[in-house]
């Protein structure tokens, strides 16, 4: 059962807790920011033949995107929900009526405006500060974000439910993290990389969401991207059951 | 003993924790309207017993009955009529005051007026601080305020005056009491044996996992038969003969000018004040010390509970 006035209070107080958290804010809504801003203004967006005469911000800019949701599920929420256990704090929440489900459901809800957040100042900025041009359908996009942020979430959890302390927590949310980022040509292009390593970025979630965000970016249907979204969509169901079965208050 | 006036039944309840066992064999119940202490010394299975009657931990054996439902099993409709303030507990260090009683009002079906309840706890002036910002009184007084937002009819409360400085204490003493003239029960842990005899109606004083005494505090220090002691300062000499003749008294020290009347009884230091007046022994510092619930504990278990 699902307590909607208690949902929408969860919500309204994870949004305001996460805007006070000045580390959090910059890590995921600041960080590809500040990352995209440095592009542009050291690189700038001239076309480049290695890259197929596109710029470095257009092929970089779904990438940066990608980014927020990698850092948010693999790090951000993990360590908040596994910080929040460790201090006694879910506990507070079991002296009352409230389901466990609501709470997941407030906290994935703000985490989800959150990642959102994030990925529309990149697109916007590079779109409108830095005028990469976007050649994919509006709705499209939005399906890919929402698919490829609710699918991360189910994953961050799955290791919020089983990291036991916020130090095991961060430590394997970075172990997880920095990989990722790299493997995965959010940051750095896959294509300058030995085959072995490109074949094993496939197994990275995230190199999944790059793809998707660059392929609906640049102009792809939803059709051309099945591979990804039947991946994002496997972690998506996956995860659900698996932090179902062992999200813990204490 | 009526069954309907209890609010907590607790019959042959164990807890193990791997090979020990924390909490051995306790059966007891708890009457409506009542404080109801539980005293023993850090370890002695207190939390133990009251998260397994909050539904909260998994007993071993036994069964608990708190308002007629089972902990655990009906976990979510004895939530909306309890109140629980943890022994160790936390909230998020960022989050106001105002917001955290308002978030959690909103769990509950029919909760009080928020900001009604924060004035009782005298916060209102810290509705827009940071949790993390407010003193250890003040924290413990925004857990009190939680335990009460759904106006509930069962308060528990685990050592809510620990850590707290004098002053804290005295003011959440003055607050517990307060919920009980509200007609609501309360189940108080403590290991202050002085705290336990100036707030609760009853005490079950617990010490490895066991009950080893439960009655008012006047009947568990009135079993004792234990002595009073009545000490003064005197000027010039006496003859301790004439104490020592006074009925009830058992034995005489003195220490320099220091006298100590060892007796029981209650008409014990009227007695002994008019002996000495009768011989014109001129006393000063007259100080009587009575057995409290330490006593009981130190008769009982062999051990001292420390503080
Ligand atoms: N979760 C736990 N796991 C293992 N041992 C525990 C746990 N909780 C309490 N204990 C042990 O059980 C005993 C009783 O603890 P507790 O109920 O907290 O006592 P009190 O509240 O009276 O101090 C102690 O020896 C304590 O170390
Ligand atoms: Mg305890």
Redo the contacts with the bound molecule.
């Keep these: 059962m699902l307590q909607t006035r208690s949902l929408r209070k969860l919500l309204a107080t994870q949004v305001k807790l996460y805007l006070r958290e000045p580390i959090a804010v910059f890590f995921t809504l600041f960080m590809p920011v500040a990352l995209l801003v440095m592009l542009g203004f050291i690189i700038g967006n001239e076309p480049v033949p290695e890259l197929g005469g596109r710029g470095h911000l257009d092929a970089n800019l779904p990438g940066y995107a990608a980014l927020v949701i990698g850092i948010v599920g693999i790090a951000g929420v993990p360590i908040e929900t596994a910080t929040r256990r460790e201090a006694g704090i879910l506990r507070r929440f079991r002296a009352t009526p409230l389901r466990p489900l609501t709470y997941i459901a407030g906290d994935v809800l703000a985490n989800f405006l959150m990642m959102v957040l994030g990925v529309v100042a990149v697109f916007l900025l590079g779109r409108f500060g830095f005028g990469v041009p976007f050649h994919g359908s509006l709705p499209s996009l939005a399906l890919g974000v929402f698919l490829s942020a609710a699918a991360f979430l189910s994953v961050a959890y799955v290791l919020g439910s089983v990291l036991p302390t916020a130090r095991v927590a961060t430590v394997v949310g970075n172990f997880l993290l920095f990989p990722m980022v790299v493997l995965s040509g959010a940051v750095v292009p896959q294509q300058i990389m030995p085959e072995t390593v490109q074949n094993v970025a496939k197994l990275v979630p995230l190199t999944h969401v790059v793809r998707l965000f660059g392929g609906l970016w640049s102009g792809h249907r939803l059709s051309e991207h099945l591979l990804e979204i039947f991946v994002l969509g496997g972690f998506l169901v996956v995860g659900v059951a698996l932090a179902a079965r062992f999200f813990r208050w204490e | 003993m009526c069954e309907a006036k209890n609010v907590i039944e607790v019959d042959g309840l164990v ?1 193990r ?2 090979t ?1 066992t ?2 051995d064999n306790v059966s007891f119940a708890v009457r409506t309207g009542e404080v109801f202490g ?1 005293v ?12 397994c009657i909050e539904g909260l ?1 998994e007993p071993d054996q036994g069964t608990v009955r708190v308002l007629g439902m089972r902990p655990g099993v009906d976990h979510y409709s004895l939530a909306e009529q309890i109140g629980i303030q943890f ?1 160790v507990d936390a909230l998020p260090p960022r989050i106001r005051v105002g917001e955290v009683l308002e978030l959690f009002a909103s769990f509950y079906s029919s909760p009080l007026d928020w900001r009604q309840l924060l004035d009782q706890v005298g916060l209102t002036a810290k509705e827009r601080s940071p949790f993390a910002t407010l003193s250890g009184g003040q924290k413990q007084r925004v857990f009190i305020a939680l335990a009460l937002v759904n106006d509930p009819d069962l308060v528990f409360m ?2 809510p005056t620990t850590g707290l400085d004098p002053q804290s204490r005295r003011a959440m003493w003055e607050m517990i009491e307060d919920i009980r003239t509200r007609g609501k029960t309360v189940f108080l ?1 403590t ?1 202050s044996m002085e705290e336990a005899e100036r707030l609760c109606d009853r005490v079950a004083i ?1 010490d490895s ?1 066991r009950i080893v005494a439960l009655d008012t505090p006047d009947n568990l220090i009135a079993g004792l038969k234990a002595e009073i002691r009545v000490a003064f300062s005197i000027e010039g000499q006496m003859d301790t003969e004439i104490l020592s003749d006074v009925p009830g008294v058992t034995r005489v020290e003195q220490h320099g000018d220091r006298i100590v009347v060892h007796g029981s009884g209650t008409k014990l230091l009227g007695r002994v004040v008019s002996a000495l007046e009768s011989s014109a022994v001129s006393f000063s510092q007259l100080r009587t010390e009575e057995p409290g619930l330490e006593d009981v504990f130190l008769a009982l278990t062999g051990r001292r509970m420390r503080d």
């Design positions: 807890k924790y791997g020990l924390a909490v539980m023993g010394p850090n370890g002695a299975g207190k939390t133990t017993t009251v998260e931990r022994q685990d050592e842990t290991h617990m996992g």
